[in-house]
């Protein structure tokens, strides 16, 4: 999955939000095809122009697509998905590395934008002529900007940190439901997020735990820190970083008290715990509602509600990129630009969850008065807006997302399986240092 190159080069310092590397669900391309029609005309005539996606995007669901070809009857808008990003992230870079099998618009994940951005923005157009700058939040802007001052990507979407909580399980732990008085029972640390979890062991349903897996709560602690992985001269630091151990101890602390489900994320038998109501609260960016909407039965509509995080953070995020090989590269970045603006990010919110990455867009009425099936009346997009106004700056480096995955997938969800807290971080270490080749 990963090429074993020695990471040395200097971090991009910018703003909050790595990525956990199983399964982020936002956008989404193709893996491996070097079909030249990819950028040829299309059906009638028309100029096709095809995108490379993962996850679910929601381009085509909100009708975005269609509307752009009513605006402009020549195009024909085609898209290729890959459901998770680490199978599709790996083959993109070879089509890069390589320049061929591409398609017109590629979307690329915020874990693996450092690498991108340092390694194949040569690759790229600069889409700072296509894109208007302060449309975008600053420093979702510059993560995709080069030292150069080359923009290589349009961002697509955040991820702001809340957490979404069953209230009916809360009552029956005797906890309060109502958002704003949860948010006060951890408020400014994630040490009363535990404590929040011991007291709802205590007194939950038998059969549940607290939250949902320990790759969650890890992500959402690490989200939250300005400091994590790489130092602002690229050196990776995650081993001897505080804040990163500290927050491998905590989850690990609650997967041993037994406040923790023993899942991983986006895994089949990790959808049947919401499909049966097995955990009471999780770490949840807006377009994680989506997918517990997914995921869950109809009778759990309207009992999910969402708090502000114990310290905002941001999960998930991701940028359109045009590749300059493409035969259609002019008519694919004003593609790129405008499925981008403030007034189609409303729109996706409103139907797909993903949070705008342009400001303009939170005042729309479209967020505003955005709802979702699960969390009912519940104004989701203040809540997410509140959110995203205090996620921290932070230093992303090129290759975040394997070691986000490492400490996750092969690193805490092994002590809810019964491994010590330093058998899991011994674990973790080694397979993210063999990934990186240290």
Known sequence: MRARTRIRRKAVVLAAVASLGTGLLAGCADDGNDDDSSSTEGGGGKTKITLGLFGTAGFEESGLYKEYEKLHPDIDIQQTVVERNEVYYPALLNHLTTNSGLQDIQMV??????EIVQTQSDKLLDLSKYGKKSDYLEWKWQQATTAEGQTIGVGTDVGPMAICYRTDLFKEAGLPTDREEVGK????????????GKDYKAKGAKGTTFLDSPG????????????????????????TNPAVKSAFDLTAE????GLIGNQTQFQPAWDTTIANSKFAAMSCPPWMLGYIKGKSKPESAGKWDVAQAPKSGNWGGSFLTVPKSGKNAEEAAKLAAWLTAPEQQAKLFGVQGSFPSTPAAYESSEVTGAKNDMTGDAPIGT??????????????????????QGLTDNGVVLVTQGKSAKEAWDNAVKTIDNALDQ
Not at 254 to 257: D, R
Not at 383 to 404: L, M, R, Y
């Open 109 to 114: 994940e915020v874990g693996n934008i450092a």
């Open 185 to 196: 029972l951890w408020a400014g640390s994630w040490d009363k997020f535990v404590e929040v």
């Open 383 to 404: 809540i997410f807006a509140e959110a995203a106004a205090n996620i921290p700056v932070q230093t992303i480096g090129p290759k975040d997302q394997i070691i986000q």
């Open 216 to 239: 969650g709560m890890l992500q959402a602690i690490l989200s939250s820190e300005k400091d994590r992985f790489y130092d602002s001269s690229g050196e990776v630091i995650y081993k």
């Open 254 to 257: 609650a997967a041993e008290a």
